[in-house]
Nanobody, 122 residues
Framework: QVQLVESGGGLVQPGESLKLSCTAS????????????MSWYRQPPGKERELVAA????????NYADSVKDRFTISRHNAKNTLYLQMNNLKPEDTAVYYC???????????WGQGTQVTVSS
């Protein structure tokens, strides 16, 4: 069972930056972190969970929600089994619990982390 642990959340003021990390472990035999497409989702208070950014296993395809384009950057370090989300120029509407997700579309499995809280407030 793949485990995902997010970290790096916190309380910041508008305009500040945060970098989230998601470390993965527990891969099935013969598989590594590089076999998984990775993505970040967020769930604002009282709202549905939404996609923030996604990238394929070697980063050849990256997709961002319109609301975070030019402010957030998704990246991964396959040797460290870690996914990142650099968030710049944070806004109050970025306040949410942020989750990372790992998936193998050709296998049909999906794993979620427990989430990390990001609060943007003055």
């Amino acid at each position: 069972q793949v485990q995902l642990v997010e970290s790096g959340g916190g309380l910041v003021q508008p305009g500040e930056s945060l970098k989230l990390s998601c470390t993965a472990s527990g891969f099935p035999p013969g598989y590594t972190f590089s076999n998984y497409a990775m993505s970040w989702y967020r769930q604002p208070p009282g709202k549905e969970r939404e996609l923030v950014a996604a990238m394929t296993n070697f980063g050849h395809y990256i997709n961002y929600a319109d609301s975070v384009k030019d402010r957030f950057t998704i990246s991964r370090h396959n040797a460290k089994n870690t996914l990142y989300l650099q968030m710049n120029n944070l806004k109050p509407e970025d306040t949410a619990v942020y989750y990372c997700k790992a998936s193998r579309p050709h296998v049909g499995d999906t794993y979620w982390g427990q989430g990390t809280q990001v609060t943007v407030s003055s």
